[in-house]
C-alpha cells in the first residue's frame, strides 16, 4: 500500500540551481498533479496530467516543468530555483473526473537560499 | 471560475464541545466538495467528500458536513472535539464539469486548537 510516494522530503537548494521532485503512484490513477503550500494560501496547482504524454499547466506553472512518461511517475523540475519557490510541495494521483478521491504525498519541504 | 472562502483563519474550542469550521463556495456547475485535514508536517488526508448524492455528508473521526446549496456552504461539524483533532482543515471544490482532469480550488485553511 505504498500509495502515493514522494522524494526528497527535505531539500535546500542554492539560488540557480535546478533539481527534481519525484512522485510515484502505484494506484494506476491517470490524474496527477503537483501543488505548493505557502502559509495562509491554501494548495495551489502547479501541474497537472490526465495521462502519460499529456500534461498541462496549473495555476502557479512559471518556474517549473514536467512531463508524464509513464502513467505511475510525475517529477516536478525546477529549473533555477529562486527563493520565492520555497514552499512545501504535494503530489497527488486520482482516477479521472470530479468526485473521485484525491490522494495526496507526504510531502517535500524545499528551501531556496 | 470556482472559489473557496474558508470565513475562519483560526478556530479555538474546548476538549468535548463541538467544533464547527465554516467553508462557502462558488462554482459554475454541480461542484463536488471535500475536507482534507493535515496535521503538522504531515500530507493531507481526506475526511469526507460530497459529489451529488445525500447532502448530509459522514467522514472519518465523526467529522460530518452537509452541503447547502441555496447557502453555497458546506460546513464542517463534530459534536464533541479531541485533542486529536488539532490540525489545519481545507475545504475542496471540485468543478464536476470538467471532462477530463480532476481540478481542486483549496480554501485557504482552518486552524483548529483544541484546548485541554
Known amino acids: 500500500n505504498a500509495g502515493v510516494t514522494q522524494t526528497p522530503k527535505f531539500q535546500v537548494l542554492k539560488t540557480g540551481q535546478s533539481m527534481t521532485l519525484q512522485c510515484a503512484q502505484d494506484m494506476n490513477h491517470e490524474y496527477m498533479s503537483w501543488y505548493r503550500q505557502d502559509p495562509g494560501m491554501g494548495l495551489r496547482l502547479i501541474h497537472y496530467?490526465?495521462?502519460?504524454?499529456?500534461?498541462d499547466q496549473g495555476e502557479v506553472p512559471n518556474g517549473y516543468n514536467v512531463s508524464r512518461s509513464t502513467t505511475e511517475d510525475f517529477p516536478l523540475r525546477l529549473l533555477s530555483a529562486a527563493p520565492s519557490q520555497t514552499s512545501v510541495y504535494f503530489c497527488?494521483?486520482?482516477?479521472?473526473?470530479?468526485?473521485?478521491?484525491?490522494?495526496f504525498g507526504e510531502g517535500s519541504w524545499l528551501t531556496v537560499v | 471560475a470556482q472559489s473557496v472562502t474558508q470565513l475562519d483563519s483560526h478556530v479555538s474550542v474546548s476538549e468535548g464541545t463541538p467544533v464547527l469550521l465554516r467553508c462557502n463556495y462558488s462554482s459554475s456547475y454541480s461542484p463536488s466538495l471535500f475536507w482534507y485535514v493535515q496535521h503538522p508536517n504531515k500530507g493531507l488526508q481526506l475526511l469526507l467528500k460530497?459529489?451529488?448524492?445525500?447532502?448530509l455528508v459522514k467522514g472519518i473521526n465523526g467529522f460530518e458536513a452537509e452541503f447547502k446549496k441555496s447557502e453555497t456552504s458546506f460546513h464542517l461539524t463534530k459534536p464533541s472535539a479531541h485533542m486529536s483533532d488539532a490540525a489545519e482543515y481545507f475545504c475542496v471544490v471540485s468543478d464536476r464539469s470538467m471532462e477530463y482532469g480532476n481540478k481542486l480550488v483549496f480554501g485557504a485553511g482552518t486552524i483548529l486548537r483544541v484546548k485541554s
Open positions: 497527488a494521483s486520482s482516477f479521472q473526473g470530479s468526485g473521485n478521491t484525491i490522494y
Open positions: 460530497y459529489t451529488s448524492a445525500a447532502t
Open positions: 496530467s490526465v495521462g502519460a504524454g499529456i500534461t
